[in-house]
């Protein structure tokens, strides 16, 4: 299997290097590969006035990748309006509970980071992420397929989807432990209830409720709680042809003393043909990851 | 004691009440649409080109559940439901310890990756209690969003070829899928480069390195498709063998609400402990 891994990386490097990045009418790199399967280019051809084309009505659809790269949606210092670096600009306005909550999660990263084997992030053991944890998790190539009641957001990491519901119904009413609809109890749900609208033609506002109890869910890698008394608050904002602005706001009273801003994202639209690689979590990788990395770091 | 009598009395009334209610609810998901809805039914012609939309078993949310096995060659002991193993394919089948069918072993000792929520990869998402689905088209893809795990899986429909399948490709859990319209009605893909950690199905039966996966979706009128797998694994089997034939799917409200179905390792590990274990007496050990 490592042999395998080596000589893909290889001959990836090499595939890099054969056949160089050229730009298209799209204004996203467009790469040929002799296989037929382009790999994620990074390097986007700048937006002049001459290339911007407008945004396309109602419409989020495509493959989408932070500006700042493969690495600008990773968050592993938190998330990105607020990291996790102990300045004071980004103390959070903690509950008592909250606070508590904080204290007790021992996160591989940020400024409170642990030792790896001492880590308690349920994403180690592979449990579901939640929302809006996947927003905060190693956001990279996300696909987003649209139809006429609903958008569809495709998460690289651990392929993942989740439906916004566009067909104008309303927002469940939160009650405890799950919610209300059509006068009926339903149960929590790992990516919540999330119901868009169309605040013009260019920005879809979604807000998501409805999520996992803070026993099973993180806010981000470094330990930061949520709730499931949270609202979720998403602004999709399509600013041009190729340009979309995702941004996130959260209102947990239990965690938090007042709605902040976690997320500003801005997005570049990528080439739809590009492959990407797999992204998994599997609880097996991750033991052996502890056992002959996370432990040896630790010392134990 | 007459009180007693009439209370244990009242007792089972009230279960089988429920259980009434509970075999209600396993042969139906609120607000999906069964063969079984419409007696006389004479659907409309099948649009060109088209698998999109939802799709959830026709005959019943059970109907894929495939507990034993692959539902076409299920493990029943029967002599037609024997696989044509290879020597090497046999040795691979007896390493898997399934916690179903005739090989069972107490589930506790079973080391099937599945309930520790490994991934399930391809096809074994097909072969193990599948249920819905949306698939979505674009211009370059078919795109699938299955229930369980909520998981997405991407089949190429631009031309490209599937890569070759050798020490250089890198082992996926999807494996690599390509797939293209052989008439107007029939969709086909085949998927290559499969993690051969991954099982084909519940009882264990497994794939090689080599093992190409043919699907075939039959847009047989407007409101049913019809599936069919294929496994093509020379190494393991001496011919190729159909795991699925022609199960029918019907297509559901485009507003139907695919619920959620999670493999989650905390709660498995708690099942493990408080049921598993006692059950085969063991503690921990797999």
Redesign the interface.
């Known amino acids: 299997?490592l042999?395998?891994?080596l000589?893909?990386t290889l001959?990836l490097l090499i595939t890099a290097l054969a056949f160089p990045v050229g730009t298209s009418a799209q204004n996203y790199p467009r790469v040929t590969s002799a296989?037929?399967?382009p790999t994620p280019v990074w390097e986007y051809p700048p937006l002049t006035p001459q290339t911007r084309k407008p945004a396309p009505r109602r419409d989020l659809?495509g493959m989408w990748g932070p500006v700042a790269g493969h690495m600008g949606g990773v968050q592993a210092g938190g998330v990105l309006s607020k990291p996790n670096n102990g300045r004071p600009e980004n103390q959070l306005p903690y509950t008592p509970y909250g606070l508590e909550q904080y204290k007790a999660h021992k996160a591989a990263e940020g400024a409170d980071a642990v030792l790896p084997a001492e880590n308690n992030d349920?994403r180690n053991?592979?449990?579901?992420l939640g929302v809006p944890r996947y927003n905060h998790y190693n956001v990279r190539l996300t696909?987003i397929?649209q139809?006429?009641?609903?958008v569809?957001i495709?998460y690289h990491y651990?392929?993942?989807?989740?439906?916004i519901?566009t067909?104008g119904?309303k927002l469940p009413k939160m009650l405890d432990g799950g919610v209300e609809i059509d006068g009926q109890y339903r149960?929590q749900?790992?990516?919540g209830y999330s119901v868009g609208r169309w605040v013009d033609d260019t920005t879809l506002v979604v807000e998501t409720l409805g999520t996992l109890p803070e026993d099973r869910v993180w806010l981000d890698s470094t330990g930061r709680p949520i709730s499931d008394q949270v609202k979720v608050t998403e602004t999709f904002r399509r600013t041009s042809l190729d340009e979309l602005e995702w941004s996130e706001t959260i209102d947990d009273p239990k965690m938090y003393t007042k709605p902040w801003e976690t997320m500003k994202l801005p997005m570049r639209l990528h080439n739809?043909?590009t492959d990407l690689?797999?992204y998994?979590c599997?609880?097996?990788e991750q033991e052996n990851y502890d056992k002959f990395f996370g432990s040896a770091a630790s010392q134990k | 004691m007459s009180r007693r009598l009439a209370l244990a009395g009242l007792t089972a009334a009230g279960v089988l009440c429920l259980s009434v209610v509970a075999s209600n609810q396993a042969t139906r998901v609120p607000g999906a649409q069964y063969d079984s809805d419409f007696p006389n039914e004479k659907p409309g012609p099948a649009p060109r080109r088209d698998l999109s939309g939802i799709w959830e078993p026709a005959r019943g949310p059970g109907d894929a559940i495939q507990a034993t096995g692959a539902k076409a060659m299920p493990d029943s002991g029967r002599p037609e439901h024997q696989l044509p193993f290879t020597p090497e394919g046999l040795k691979a089948n007896l390493a898997n310890k399934p916690a179903w069918g005739p090989r069972a072993v107490a589930s506790a000792l079973s080391n099937d990756p599945q309930p520790t929520c490994e991934p399930q990869g391809w096809p074994r998402l097909i072969l193990h209690n599948y249920r819905t689905a949306q698939i979505a088209q674009t211009p370059k893809q078919m795109l699938f969003l299955y229930q369980f795990n909520r998981k997405w899986r991407n089949i190429w429909t631009d031309g490209r070829a599937n890569p070759k399948v050798d020490d250089f490709l890198e082992p996926r859990w999807w494996g690599y899928s390509v797939g293209r319209w052989q008439d107007d009605y029939t969709f086909v893909a085949e998927t290559v480069g499969m993690d051969e950690r991954t099982w084909l199905d519940n009882v264990g039966r497994p794939h090689s390195w080599e093992a190409r996966v043919e699907e075939r979706y039959v847009r047989r009128d407007a409101v049913h498709i019809d599936v069919t797998i294929t496994i093509d694994d020379p190494t393991f089997y001496s011919k190729p063998w159909v795991a699925l034939d022609k199960l029918a799917l019907r297509l559901q409200p485009d507003t139907f609400d695919i619920r959620e179905m999670e493999c989650s390792p905390s709660e498995f590990a708690r099942y493990q402990k408080e049921f598993a274990e006692p059950a085969a007496g063991v503690g921990g050990q797999r």
Do not use: A, T
């Open positions: 299997m042999n395998r891994l000589l893909l001959g296989d037929g399967w659809s349920p053991n592979c449990e579901p696909q397929f139809d006429p009641v609903k569809v495709l651990d392929n993942r989807w989740r439906v519901w067909d119904r149960e749900r790992i990516f739809p043909s690689m797999e998994y599997s609880p097996q």
